[in-house]
């Protein structure tokens, strides 16, 4: 690995050919063509857009998407894969697992054994399992985990519940589909987990636990004055804010603005922000030109493309 890259992307994904009979990622053929792909064509375009290093991580749905009978021995194939990878190009990739996270504790442990053998910087959750929110009291063998190993988890969208989707979306999902993904229904669902990580206790249980979250912080940092006005007096002495702000991480997965960097910047500070792309489902052309004209000191700026991803993930 390169002594200090200055571009670090981390909600970067690929596609396991086993995971895939599981579940697709919903994705057309040219995006599918990428996903596949964790060589020449992954590293052209990361060149071309000046990406030193990515992260890499399974797509939609994922491991989530299977049951704890097959998941178990499967979390252990995608990984040793997923190591495979990065050992050809161990100065351009890095690794987040997947996570078999129908058995909870199997999870944990192969989150241990992907941190510890194969170098892997933390894992990667997509959506639901089985229909219930990552915060659920099942899931924290991972967190504590997590915290024992001091790796973060990075929570990731999938496509909404089918209850949500009936109930919300289903008479626009024909004429316009990107409602149930990065057009909104992603946004809702995943802000829904960060809200739920924080009302679940979680972070008492396990204080020194870090969460990232992309796209933004799925667009609680804009909401983090009414959320906590909001939730005042349940949540003990500490506001939603004080929880948030100390255990979340955010990345800028897909989303490439000016004014929402700045709202993210000025509610929880530059040094929880993390640039990603989400290749390939956003082309990194798109990061590579907004980055150009970051509106960031020279430090910030270097804190946002690789300084803070060095520090969290210990690249
Ligand atoms: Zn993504």
């Not at 990107?178 to 987990?193: K, S």
Request: with cysteine; aromatic share 10%.
């Amino acid at each position: 690995m390169a002594d200090k890259p200055t571009v670090i992307a981390l909600e970067e994904h690929y596609l396991d050919p086993e995971v895939r009979q599981h579940g697709s990622p919903g994705a057309g053929p040219d995006i599918v063509r990428r996903l596949d792909d964790l060589s020449d064509l992954r590293l052209k375009e990361m060149d071309a857009a000046g990406i030193d290093l990515q992260v890499l991580s399974h797509t939609i749905p994922g491991l989530q998407a299977v049951d704890a009978a097959a998941g178990v021995p499967l979390a252990r194939r995608v990984n040793d894969r997923l190591y495979e990878a990065v050992q050809r190009h161990p100065d351009r990739f890095a690794a987040f697992a997947a996570l078999p996270t129908a058995d909870p504790l199997a999870a944990a442990d192969e989150l241990e054994r992907s941190v510890t053998r194969l170098g892997f910087k933390g894992a990667m959750i997509n959506g639901m399992t089985d229909g219930h929110f990552h915060d659920d009291r099942r899931f924290w063998p991972i967190y504590e985990r997590a915290q024992a190993l001091d790796v973060p988890i990075y929570i990731h969208p999938a496509l909404p519940h089918p209850a949500v989707i009936e109930a919300y979306y289903k008479d626009y999902v024909e004429t316009h589909p990107g409602i149930l993904r990065a057009g909104w229904g992603f946004n809702v669902e995943t802000a829904t987990q960060g809200v739920r990580f924080v009302l679940s206790g979680v972070f008492d249980a396990y204080p020194r636990l870090k969460i990232i979250l992309g796209h933004m912080g799925e667009g609680l940092p804009f909401f983090l004055w009414r959320i906590s006005h909001g939730l005042r007096g349940s949540l003990g002495e500490r506001s939603f804010r004080d929880i948030f702000c100390a255990h979340f991480w955010i990345t800028t997965s897909g989303f490439f603005s000016d004014p929402a960097l700045i709202c993210c910047a000025m509610e929880i500070g530059i040094d929880r922000i993390l640039y990603s792309v989400d290749y390939p489902f956003a082309e990194n052309q798109l990061g590579s030109e907004w980055i150009k004209t970051l509106p960031l000191s020279p430090e910030d700026r270097s804190k946002l493309l690789a300084g803070n991803a060095r520090r969290l993930l210990k690249l």
